[in-house]
């Protein structure tokens, strides 16, 4: 009688939980510029232990204000973020001014081994770009693909930056790899959960928990649903509840944070 050799059974990995936090920083100060608060977004940051930072508009190199000095003023914002908690960042320049630049930055746990800053701005005048990085996590093969997101203000502007950013996870991102996607959209009108769903298979967490993405602007008193988290690939996913205090006067967006099971 011959033998049948039954095919090798695929190893199981272990279920990886992680947190993840997303948060416009607006350069460090609260809605119309009123005040500094970037020592205090800081201790905001690390109170909530997340893994993976999403950050957006924040100082990759500035010169220190007239009317800031003597005041502790860093020269990175995402290093000075980042500090000992996460050794690992990577930072995408979006924007050049008179006072240095800006742009998205992630902030994470695991090791960085690649990252890449696309530029999907349209126009002169609003810079914008997606920040997609890839992270090794210890014991598991395939490794996780983060990008931070930051899109224009103009809707026929976002539309065509959708469009790049779907390009950017079907060329860039395999189709097993957990993919986490977040930042400020911009997306008042709500036109990117469709499309990313159809075009990458991605689902924004608040919306898969709660049925609504969370309103994040102003950060006072949050009307506007402008900020995401969206993943694919996650076994579970569930939102963190941050209490207004201290985020409503930390920006000029509310921040959100979310638990994925990987």
């Known amino acids: 009688m011959e033998?049948?050799?039954?095919?090798a059974?695929?190893?199981?990995?272990?279920?990886?939980?992680?947190?993840?936090?997303?948060?416009?920083t607006h350069k460090g100060f609260t809605a119309f510029n009123r005040r500094f608060v970037l020592h205090e977004l800081r201790d905001a940051v690390r109170a909530v232990s997340a893994d993976i930072v999403f950050l957006q508009e924040v100082l990759g190199e500035a010169t220190v204000p007239t009317n800031h000095r003597g005041a502790h003023w860093p020269?990175?914002?995402?290093?000075?973020?980042?500090?000992s908690i996460w050794p690992q960042y990577a930072y995408g320049?979006?924007?050049?001014?008179?006072?240095?630049?800006?742009?998205?930055?992630?902030?994470?746990?695991?090791?960085?081994?690649?990252?890449?800053?696309?530029?999907i701005s349209v126009n002169?005048?609003?810079?914008?770009?997606?920040l997609h990085c890839v992270l090794e996590v210890p014991g598991r093969s395939v490794p996780v693909h983060a990008i931070c997101v930051h899109l224009g203000l103009n809707e026929a502007q976002r539309r065509w930056q959708l469009e790049r950013l779907c390009q950017q996870i079907d060329e860039k991102t395999p189709a097993d790899a957990p993919l986490v996607v977040a930042g400020d959209f911009n997306d008042w009108r709500l036109r990117a959960h469709a499309r990313l769903r159809r075009c990458a298979g991605l689902a924004e967490v608040f919306v898969q928990a709660t049925g609504s993405a969370a309103r994040t602007f102003p950060a006072r008193w949050p009307v506007l649903k402008l900020d995401r988290i969206y993943v694919?690939?996650?076994?579970?996913?569930?939102?963190?509840?941050?209490?207004?205090?201290?985020w409503s006067k930390l920006s000029d967006h509310a921040p959100l944070a979310a638990e994925l099971v990987l």
């Not at 033998?3 to 095919?7: F, L, M």
């Not at 059974?9 to 416009?24: E, G, I, S, W």
């Open 3 to 7: 033998s049948v050799v039954a095919p």
């Open 9 to 24: 059974a695929r190893p199981v990995t272990a279920p990886l939980q992680l947190r993840v936090l997303t948060v416009n």
């Open 75 to 83: 020269a990175s914002q995402y290093e000075f973020l980042a500090d």
């Open 93 to 119: 320049k979006n924007a050049v001014h008179r006072g240095g630049h800006h742009g998205n930055a992630v902030l994470s746990k695991f090791p960085i081994v690649r990252f890449e800053n696309r530029d």
């Open 124 to 130: 002169g005048r609003e810079r914008r770009g997606l």
């Open 232 to 246: 694919r690939n996650a076994r579970a996913a569930r939102p963190v509840l941050l209490r207004p205090r201290p």
